[in-house]
């Protein structure tokens, strides 16, 4: 069923879309005074690929998502993407109110800390409910019971639908966060650490969770984090970054496997096991 | 009869540049080749550390192939960009691997449907497959809705068979299929090889097991023949 409703949106009507990449990022340079927040990063990410960027705190890879989502404005460069009705578009060059309706229908965000993409004041009910309002669901029973299902596929009692997220754990803090996110059905999620700051335990609950959805939707996604774990099992593809700028980048389990650049085999064999 | 070899390796080599000991290069191959037609199961041979493994995960596309050519199904895998190795690996190109990386929470039924579910088929008829496959290799009912984290090595190697085999694929990679397998479960997996090679797959495998080795393959390669030294 999952996969049936994520589909339409996957290819957007577009038979042609599966043949183009959904985003195109081209030279994007960020500079804080003379220091190198990313520097000339480009790739390419197509249809339903999830390509983790993994690297040491200060590598460039949260300067990165952001400058990919519109949050951090960079020196240079081009963010083209694959929009549902007009085709590939610069982000960048977008007007404001464009690009804030794209980060609220076609793209997603899920922050590491829980708290900076839910809203604490109100219920998680609302939460969820609010993304779709925003959006311009106006039937009060279609958004609540939009917020129940999704409650039910990120795992959350439903009966809980009226508590406040602060009376949540982190982890079911962090499953709200992205039922919050994929309720509108975006074809493009940024994940930052998302599974950061969780006990292992409930990591792993997560991953398995954000795995189904993320496969089941057909979703494509940009996945940081400083965790070799998380992207063996959630990304297709990796991008290894060091002092701003991708040192190494290919298939996930290549990259893991057979590390071709110094500071990657560093990072691999740094790791217990991956 | 396929004209062109399903599995084709031309003048591979491999050689591992360790840059945390102080760049020292390991060449580990040399002009490796070889041909699998389909319909025809083959052999690795030689000692362990010779580079069979090796030879797998450069066809399965996990270690990076710098130096020659590998086809699979025509398809170039030698510099291929990450989707094109992807879509081979969903419709193409099977890989039994010696262990299961075991998802936690994921039922053993759904880790054996999921290549089906990734190629668009309905999660019941992927599932109903999967479930077929798991009675054929004696995993029983109760065990294939708990993942296989807490199962035996041999439970295990058996997710992982069918999970290899619950999709006809056209290439098939086997990296040791019948080690820590009892007899009775050592005969499945050889049927399950040679109804594979009868649908017309081609199949290239590692198998210490000489009696099973004997029973399906239809010759051996043996791999000491591209060690570096040998150019010498």
């Known amino acids: ?38 520097a000339d990063v480009g790739f390419m990410l197509w249809p339903g690929e999830v390509m983790g960027i993994v690297g040491e705190s200060g590598s460039g890879k949260s300067t990165l998502l952001g400058c990919l989502a519109g949050h951090i404005a960079p020196d240079a460069g081009r963010v083209i993407f694959d929009t549902r009705d007009r085709g590939p578009r610069d982000v960048l060059a977008m007007p404001e109110p464009e690009r804030r309706m794209l980060a609220r229908t076609d793209w997603a965000f899920v922050h590491q800390n829980p708290r900076d993409g839910l809203r604490m004041g109100v ?3 609302a939460n969820v409910g609010e993304r779709l309002m925003a959006v311009g669901a106006r039937h009060y029973g279609q958004i609540r019971g939009a917020a129940r299902d999704w409650m039910a596929r990120v795992e959350i009692d439903v009966g809980r639908i009226d508590d406040r997220p602060s009376a949540f754990s982190g982890g079911m803090q962090q499953r709200l966060q992205i039922a919050r996110n994929l309720v509108t059905g975006p074809r493009l999620v940024f994940m930052d650490e998302p599974t950061g700051g969780l006990d292992v335990s409930v990591q792993a609950r997560l991953l398995d969770l954000l795995r189904g959805l993320v496969r089941g939707m057909g979703l494509s996604a940009v996945v940081v984090t400083h965790d070799l774990a998380v992207v063996r099992l959630l990304s297709d593809r990796l991008m290894v970054m060091q002092g701003g700028r991708v040192v190494e980048q290919g298939l996930t389990d290549q990259v893991l496997d057979d590390p071709q650049h110094g500071y990657t085999q560093l990072l691999v064999s740094s790791v217990l096991q991956v | 009869m ?31 080749r070889l041909a699998v037609r389909g319909g025809e199961c083959v052999a690795l041979t030689g000692a362990s550390g010779a580079g069979k493994s090796t030879l797998l995960r450069m066809i399965w596309g996990n270690y990076l192939v710098r130096e020659g050519s590998i086809r699979v199904a025509g398809v170039e895998v030698a510099g291929a960009e990450p989707r094109r190795i992807l879509a081979l690996r969903r419709g193409t190109l099977g890989y039994v691997s010696q262990f299961l990386r075991v998802l936690p929470r994921v039922p053993a039924r759904a880790v054996v449907a999921e290549p089906l579910r990734a190629l668009g088929l309905p999660e019941d008829a992927a599932l109903a497959r999967a479930e077929a496959l798991l009675e054929r290799l004696n995993i029983p009912p109760r065990l294939r809705g708990l993942s296989p984290t807490t199962f035996s090595g041999g439970e295990q190697q058996r997710v992982n068979i069918a999970r290899g085999f619950v999709h006809p694929y056209p290439a098939l990679l086997l990296d040791e299929p019948t080690a820590s397998l009892d007899a009775a479960n050592r005969a499945v997996v050889l049927d399950l090889i040679a109804e594979a090679k009868a649908r017309g797959a081609a199949i290239l495998g590692i198998f210490h097991d000489a009696e099973a080795r004997a029973a399906v393959c239809d010759r051996a390669v043996d791999v000491t023949a591209f060690a570096p030294e040998a150019a010498a």
Do not use: N
Not at chain 1, 4 to 24: F, H, I, K, N
């Open chain 1, 1 to 38: 069923m999952t996969a049936r409703r994520g589909a339409p949106a996957r290819a957007g009507g577009d038979p042609s879309a599966q043949d183009r990449p959904l985003l195109t990022v081209e030279g994007l340079t960020k500079r804080y005074g003379a220091r190198i927040g990313c």
């Open chain 1, 123 to 125: 219920s998680a009910g």
């Open chain 2, 2 to 32: 396929a004209l062109e070899a399903v599995i084709a390796v031309e003048g591979v080599g491999k050689a591992f540049t360790l840059h945390t000991q102080g760049g020292a290069v390991i060449p580990v191959m040399r002009d490796a």
